[in-house]
Each structure stands twice: as structure tokens, then as C-alpha cells.
């Protein structure tokens, strides 16, 4: 029997391409010879690399595959690989397009309302989960759920893990650096993701003025103007050090392996940590579903918080429709979400992890 060729296509964010590795990680399980191919945006592609379960990568850039010629070039360029099976979680247009036109014999996606009625995407559309059963967060499950919904899969593997090499590893970046560490996510991925620059700053203050340690922070390239405005907002700087900073995603995996504990906004970041084993306190943005994307929390090694557990007066309801409204706008909430209001639950995560550096 000739070994399965198959393609993930996963043409989103940073987390969720990390998350969706553990598709990967169980079908070589179910098909210990195939051919796995992943097909995701180029600046995803860190999380991925050295995974001993992935073959091959596809690189493409968001804004040229938006190009309709470049679309459809690369439609033709899929149908041409000959995939035995192609898995979908995205199920967006682009993806289900791919899957349409690829012929392959079997493409599994997730169904989406009224998403198969004239088109024929997917030869297995698998149903969302209902709701979480597992530690590791409903999309982690979902993912999981594509693959035992068509295949036998024994002790199915939850855990996203990023495969560092042993250079990597060993890497001296903050060698020198007075331990411990704490990486910071000063900033989210998007506008609406971002925390107010003073709440940030009063964060800051309290790890710096009670704490022994040394703290880097976490944003994309881009956002340096906006991290430095929150940096000049921070009363002890010598604690912070802004000449260590990882300029890519693979870069950032390197020496988030070398930090202590992430505090940060729920995104990549979290997903990346936690795929290092390494300890998170992860502050929800108001529009985010923690059901959802919340993983492995169990309060000593891996907090949160969330405004709706808070204050749940504040949300009339939570359903989809809603959170779309929240994410708009999530200004007035955000202002909600208050340092005090986090400190609540950060000081006692921190006393834990940190009980050897208290000043």
C-alpha cells in the first residue's frame, strides 16, 4: 500500500496553526508511513519547523494568496500533489476552495452553517464539539475530533509541542541576564487585543517592585513605537531590558525557552509557551472565548483571567453575535478589566512561581 499523501491546510494566525500541529502529531499514528504536508501563511511557519511529524511546508503569503490569479494558480498547484486526504479546521473560503478543487479522495473539514448545502467541500464534514471535555480547550479538541471522527485513533496526543534543536536549546542569549525571567506580552496581536498602555505600565510596576527579576517584552517588530510608549510609562526601567528581543517566531520560541513564566494577552504567545512547558498567566481580551482557547489551566501552573468570570453583569450575553459587537469596540471593557482587578489573581500566581525573588 502506497503511503498517504496528506495536506493541512491551516491559513490563519500563529496560534492557530500551532494548535492544529496536533493534527500532524495523531494521524502519523493512524498512518505511521504518510506524507504530511502543513500549507500556512509564512509567518506562522516558526511553530512548525523541526516537527518530526510534518514533511513538508507550504509557505504563502496572506495578501498574495487574497489575489484571485494567485488563488487560482494555487488551486491548480494542489490538485497537481495528488492528496489522498486533506484536512480543513479552518473551513474558510480560501480553504474550502482548495479542498473543493483538489480532488482528493478525502477531505474532512468542519461543518459550517448552510456551508454545504450547494457545494460539496468536504467528503467527511465533521460537527463542531458541543462543548469541552478536556484540559486541553475545545479547539485543541476539535482538531483532535477531525481525526477520530473518520479514523481509529488510540490515546490521542492533546498536547501542541514546539521542537526546538539542540543549538537552539542552548542558545546564550541571556546568559548574562539576571534570572529569573519574565517575558512580558506589553502588546496583542491586534488593536483589540491590546490592554491600555497605563494598565500595562501599573502591571509592570508591581512585577519590578516586588520582584528580583528581569523582564523582556513580547510584541511584533511593528509595535515598537506603541512597546516603547508603554515602556516610557514604567517607573523601574533598570529592570527592563529592551536589547534582548526576538525579531521572528522561531526566534521568540528560542528565548521564550529560556524565560521563567509569560505574562501576556491571550494569542500566539500563550500557545508557544505552553507548547515549551513553560508556565502562563493569560489575560483574555472581553470578545474572546476562553472556552474555547483557554488550555492545560489548572491555576498554579497555567492562570488566567477574564472579564466575563469577573464581572459577568457586564456581558447581557455571550453568544457569537455578541462577541463580534464586543470585538468592534472592546475600549469600554478593557477599562473594565482594571490592574487591580488582575493583580487580584497575578499576585498570588506570581508568589507561587516566584517565592525565591521576592525583594
Known amino acids: ?53 510534518i514533511d513538508h511546508i507550504i509557505r504563502i503569503q496572506e495578501k498574495w494568496l487574497k489575489k484571485i490569479p494567485n488563488l487560482l494558480k494555487t488551486l491548480r498547484n494542489i490538485r497537481k500533489q495528488r492528496y489522498d486526504i486533506i484536512f480543513d479546521p479552518y473551513s474558510k473560503f480560501q480553504s474550502r476552495l482548495i479542498c473543493l478543487f483538489s480532488n482528493a479522495p478525502m477531505r474532512i473539514g468542519l461543518k459550517r452553517a448552510n456551508k454545504e448545502l450547494k457545494f460539496r467541500f468536504y467528503t467527511h464534514p465533521v460537527s463542531l464539539l458541543e462543548k469541552r471535555s478536556h ?21 490521542p496526543n492533546y498536547e501542541p509541542k514546539i521542537f526546538l534543536t539542540e543549538n537552539e536549546r542552548q542558545n546564550k542569549t541571556v546568559s548574562e ?21 497605563e494598565f500595562v505600565a501599573k502591571l509592570v510596576d508591581y512585577i519590578t517592585e516586588t520582584y528580583n527579576i528581569t523582564l523582556l517584552f513580547n510584541y511584533a517588530p511593528h509595535q515598537k513605537p506603541e512597546a516603547l510608549k508603554i515602556y516610557e510609562l514604567c517607573k523601574h526601567k533598570e529592570q527592563i531590558n529592551l536589547d534582548i ?16 513564566i509569560l505574562v501576556a494577552n491571550e494569542g500566539g504567545s500563550v500557545h508557544i509557551a505552553k507548547a515549551l512547558q513553560k508556565p502562563t498567566f493569560t489575560i ?18 497555567h492562570e488566567s483571567i477574564h472579564l466575563l468570570e469577573e464581572k459577568p453583569d457586564l456581558f447581557s450575553s455571550f453568544t457569537l453575535e455578541e ?8 475600549d469600554a471593557l478593557y477599562h473594565q478589566l482594571t490592574p487591580e482587578l488582575i493583580l487580584g489573581k497575578l499576585k498570588p500566581y506570581l508568589a507561587h512561581q516566584l517565592s525565591n525573588a521576592k525583594k
Open 177 to 197: 541576564v539576571k534570572k529569573p525571567i519574565i517575558m512580558l506580552g506589553v502588546l496583542g496581536s491586534t488593536p483589540q487585543k491590546s490592554m491600555p498602555y
Open 135 to 155: 484540559a486541553c480547550g475545545k479547539a485543541i479538541e476539535d482538531r483532535i475530533h477531525m481525526i477520530s471522527s473518520v479514523f481509529e485513533l488510540k490515546q
Open 245 to 260: 528581543y526576538a525579531n521572528s517566531i522561531r526566534d521568540f520560541a528560542v528565548l521564550m525557552n529560556k524565560c521563567d
Open 284 to 301: 483574555y481580551s472581553p470578545y474572546v472565548n476562553k472556552e474555547h482557547w483557554s488550555s492545560f489551566e489548572d491555576k498554579i501552573f
Open 1 to 53: 500500500m502506497q503511503p498517504k499523501k496528506i495536506l493541512v491546510i491551516q491559513n490563519k494566525r500563529i496560534g492557530d496553526v500551532l494548535i492544529s500541529s496536533v493534527i500532524a502529531n495523531n494521524i502519523k499514528k493512524v498512518f505511521p508511513e504518510s506524507e504530511v504536508t502543513y500549507f500556512v501563511y509564512d509567518y506562522t511557519v516558526g511553530v512548525l519547523e523541526e516537527n518530526p511529524n
Open 323 to 330: 462577541r463580534r459587537r464586543i470585538e468592534e469596540n472592546p
